[in-house]
């Protein structure tokens, strides 16, 4: 019989990883392309193959 776990308990973690994944999909997607938080381009390098490997364009 499978342990059912209410909602309550869940929404915050899952809330947690929403936001933590969209996070990071701004840093792949965006960040030193048209948008910019950072100066120059240590966050590009450090995420340029994950673009390549999600289909985002960068060159």
Known sequence: MPVRIPIREILPYAVFVGVLSLLVMYFVSTEQ???A???GAVVHELVHDARHL???PCH
């Open 33 to 35: 392309s048209a948008v």
């Open 37 to 39: 938080l950072f100066d």
């Open 54 to 56: 999600l289909g985002f």
